[in-house]
Every structure is written in C-alpha cells, then in structure tokens.
C-alpha cells in the first residue's frame, strides 16, 4: 500500500507591518518593507485602522490622485469607502465588500468616507492591495467594480468555523466573484478559534498571506496579526489552525519576472515609463476631474 502525501509549504521569513500613521488614520504596512520588495505580481499593502472615528469626523484622507500600471483591491473590514473616479464611476462600499480596480493606462480616483460616516462616526479597518499589471496590460483601459459583502461568493469549512470570501480564482469548484485580467486566487478569510484548513498552492506560484486579525498557527509557529508570511514557492500543501478568532488574506499567482519601477501612485516597467505617466497626468490624459 502506498501513501500519497503532499508536502507541506516552506515558510521563508515572517515580516511585521511598520507603523507609518497617515494624518489621524491608523495605518500600518507590511509590504513593501526593507527586507521585501514584492511577492510578484502583488506589491503593496497598507493595513489601515482598526479605530473608531468620533462624530463629526474628516474620515479618509485620500482625496483625487491618479494612477496608472497596476490595479488596487480594497478590503472594507469596518466602516465605508466612498469611490469616485475619472471614468465616471461611483459607488459606496459598505463593511464586508470589496473594491478592484484597475488603473491601466491611467485614472483619477478618490476614497473618502461616506457623508453618513463622517457624521455618525464608527470603527474602520480597511486594507488596500497593490497588484502588478504585466508590461503588456500596463495601458489597458480602466476598470471598477464594487461588490458589498452579500455580493460576493463564499464558502464554510471546518464545519462552519471557517469562512472564506472568494474574491478571484477558484477553490474546489467555488468561484471568485471578481474577473482578473491574469490568472490568479485571492480571498479573505474569517476563521473562530480553533479553526482549520488546507489549501494546495501549484508550484511556481508566489503566496500572498497577512494575518490582518487575532492568531493564527502554521507549521507550529506562531502568526500574530499584522505580519505577512513570505513562502517559497515551491508549492504544497497550505495548513493553518486559528489559535484565536482571526482574519487574514490569501492570495497566490504566478510571478511576471519582469523589471517593476514603483514611483509615487505609478507601477511601470522603466523609468522612462514612469515620466511619461507624470507628463500624460499633468497633460490631462488620465481624465478630467469632475466631482
């Protein structure tokens, strides 16, 4: 009798979120740090909150800026985002949902907090994700789409004490409720104390994972919350045990391995590139500001 087992994944190094404070918003970031550059395609991540605002507050501070050569994933966890952008969409995301948007070729955007948040105040705790774009898709058009929580597919594991919210890419036939220009899994995933799950990750592919709340147990170390796991990334088997209630976010994809210059809002892949994306924004071609 022969057993198959799949071996477990290798765990490289743990890096902690740095405190870097955006005028009265909590903000944290794990990536990229002095250590770590990126975990391609996936590139930045600021852990914002978690606070709670008074009544009668500013709410978030990023008002119009652009972007262009890379897409933002928002995870609302508490509190609300209000989007805007030059392509004339507008939406207000709620706890729970999810914002993706791809800035391609170049648009303007904002993210404030709704005018009911401001005025009654609340707890926030939102997290943003900066994923690559490929040299070829670096121009494509723009693109947003926001989907509150009801709105996006989910599934229970370890009789109910894990829930996973499938944001893109598929796990055992449950499908991502966002489409990707390049193939690739992203979830967030809630789990009470004492929960478990595995998941395979291909070969080759690089592992996003932030432990955004409580605890968490892999390969008997020990995860606390605001720290990211970086992976080798020679595939197998993902395990994870919930010491204490907590929330994380997984994601993994194949890597580009191609040259990344980041500078200011813009991810290219020259620093030709990225002049030209400073002159076409002053020129006015990311599109007009209107709100």
């Known amino acids: 009798m022969f057993i198959h087992t799949i071996k477990a994944m290798t765990i490289k190094e743990i890096h902690p979120a ?5 005028a009265d918003l909590i903000t944290y970031n794990p990536l990229p740090s002095e250590k770590l550059r990126q975990i391609d395609p ?3 991540l600021n852990h914002h909150g978690f606070q709670t605002y008074p009544k009668n507050n500013l709410g978030l501070p990023f008002g119009p ?3 262009r050569g890379m897409e933002t994933v928002t995870f609302i966890l508490a509190g609300d985002i209000m989007h805007q952008d030059s392509g004339g969409h507008e939406s207000v995301i709620a706890s729970g949902g ?3 948007m791809t800035a391609g070729r170049g648009l303007i955007h904002s993210e404030v907090s709704s005018s009911a948040f401001k005025k009654e105040g609340g707890d926030l705790e939102i997290l943003q994700l900066w994923i690559n774009l490929p040299a070829k898709l670096k121009m494509t058009e723009p693109r947003y789409v926001g989907l509150q929580k009801e709105e996006i597919n989910h599934f229970e594991l370890s009789e109910g004490k894990v829930s996973v919210q499938m944001i893109a890419g598929d796990w055992d036939g449950n499908q991502g409720s966002f489409e990707t220009l390049s193939p690739m899994f992203l979830s967030t995933i ?6 478990k799950f595995n998941k395979s990750i291909p070969v080759g592919e690089n592992v996003f994972f932030y432990v955004v709340r409580g605890e968490v147990k892999i390969l008997g170390e020990k995860i606390p919350f605001r720290n990211l796991v970086e992976f080798t990334n020679d595939g197998g088997n993902l395990s994870v045990e919930a010491f204490e209630d907590s929330v994380l976010i997984l994601g993994h994809a194949k890597p580009f391995n191609e040259p990344m210059v980041a500078q200011g809002p813009f991810v290219m892949n020259t620093q030709q ?4 994306a400073y002159r076409d924004y002053q020129q006015g071609k990311f599109g007009t500001w209107k709100h």
């Open 42 to 44: 996936f590139i930045f």
């Open 190 to 195: 809630t789990m009470a104390k004492g929960g």
């Open 98 to 100: 999810i914002q993706w």
């Open 65 to 67: 800026h652009p972007h």
């Open 18 to 22: 740095s405190y870097h404070p955006i």
């Open 273 to 276: 590139e990225i002049m030209e």
